[in-house]
């Protein structure tokens, strides 16, 4: 935006509640529930175990096809959710205790560096473990940007006595609650200590949706996104006692994500995979994590109202030629680094092809499309759109692709 210093104050005033809304909405609570399986939480259709968070899905997006890809066990999957991207651990001893630490910054330092925040602004909270493992020793990021870690009490409970102690308290922007009951009792080999662990962690959920709700500082401004860092063998693998192969049951996992720029009442059918986690908290955080590998989950972002008010990253210079023959150009220009995603639609909303998805450098970008659609046949003459989003904005023209 650019303003004459006498206007100033008469464009704060005009534009004073979108400004509010836009900076008011970053705000972020992730819950980490270890080793529930999908088909005792919200891959279950009778959600016997997950009431609360069945309720949830009403007024947010559940996505039905979040996996682990990787490595389907905690001390790889949790950093892995942290970064963004599947990540090296390395042994280290940390105030005189083995450890290991990722290699690739965390989300909490991506936080705390690019938003100039301090400690008590990003908290980890989880019950109490002698040596945590370690966010990363990365030269741009490191230690001096890791959350504020509070270890405390032995089960879920404690931990959630905790994170309403740190909310009254604090009131940190950044929250990551960890609930490691659910695995334990897992392990533990008796079903229904693993079925109360789960019932357990989703009435926690519940009370921190309702604690977000009944603060001011919270309600309508934080997004709440619940999954897990890996499921546990499905019946034919072995059942519910462990985990830590490729099957079914070990990598499908949940995502539960409710708040302002979040759809409501959607189950999205996109495959995503847990690298995306990290990446699309990062963006609703208005945070870049630039060494991540996962994409942004847009179709699960709600961009209605979050345009105005909010400096744009691009001015879209429009296509060329348009109406064309053999192809036409997108330009626009990237004011910052930005995950960059195009979709060419047909006058019916469906989806075509897409044309990118991809994390771009600033400058000025051309996208050629040459009227194919994603099998690359030649579709057929017609009144055509694009949607081009770029982090959370998003914008959108005609193309007139008039035959060969
Ligand atoms: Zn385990
Ligand atoms: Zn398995």
């Known amino acids: ?180 009951d659910v695995d334990h009792a897992g392990h533990s080999g008796n079903w229904t200590t693993y079925t109360a662990a789960i019932r357990t962690a989703d009435s926690i959920v519940g009370v921190l949706w309702q604690k977000l709700q009944s603060d001011p500082f919270y309600k309508d401004s934080t997004t709440l996104i619940v999954t897990n860092d890996h499921g546990r063998h499905d019946d034919q693998h072995g059942g519910f006692k462990g985990h830590g192969d490729g099957c079914e049951g070990c990598r499908h996992i949940q995502f539960l994500a409710v708040g302002p720029g979040i759809k409501k009442d959607f189950v999205s059918t996109t495959d995503r995979s847990i690298p995306d986690m990290a990446v699309t908290a990062s963006s609703l955080l208005g945070i870049d994590p630039e060494k991540a590998s996962g994409n942004i989950m847009h179709e699960i972002i709600d961009v209605t109202g979050i345009d105005e008010g909010v400096e744009p990253k691009f001015v879209l210079h429009g296509s060329y030629p348009n109406p064309f023959c053999s192809s036409t150009s997108i330009n626009y220009y990237l004011r910052e680094a930005s995950q960059v995603y195009l979709q060419v639609f047909n006058l019916k909303g469906e989806s075509i092809t897409t044309l990118l998805n991809e994390r771009q450098i600033p400058g000025e970008k051309s996208i050629k499309w040459d009227a194919t659609n994603k099998r690359g046949q030649k579709v057929s003459p017609g009144v055509y759109s694009f949607t081009l989003h770029i982090g959370q904005q998003k914008t959108s023209g005609k193309l007139v692709f008039a035959g060969e």
């Open 1 to 180: 935006m650019v303003f004459k210093p006498g206007s100033l104050f008469l464009i704060l005033f005009l534009s004073g509640f979108t400004v509010c809304q836009s900076q008011e909405t970053g705000k972020m609570m992730i819950v980490i529930i270890d080793g529930a399986r999908y088909s005792e939480t919200l891959g279950d259709p009778t959600h016997t175990y997950t009431p609360e968070m069945w309720s949830l899905t009403a007024q947010g997006t559940m996505v039905d096809h979040f996996t682990n890809d990787g490595i389907t066990k905690t001390y790889r999957a949790i950093p892995a959710l942290w970064a963004g991207a599947w990540t090296e651990v390395i042994d280290t001893i940390y105030q005189g205790s083995e450890t290991q630490y990722a290699k690739l910054p965390s989300i909490f330092e991506y936080y705390r560096k690019q938003k100039n925040r301090p400690a008590d602004d990003c908290f980890y909270i989880l019950k109490y473990i002698s040596s945590l493992w370690l966010p990363s020793f990365d030269p741009d990021y490191g230690p001096g940007f890791w959350p504020e870690f509070h270890s405390v009490g032995s089960t879920d409970e404690d931990v959630v006595t905790e994170t309403q102690w740190v909310m009254d308290n604090y009131h940190p922007h950044f929250m990551w609650v960890y609930l490691a």
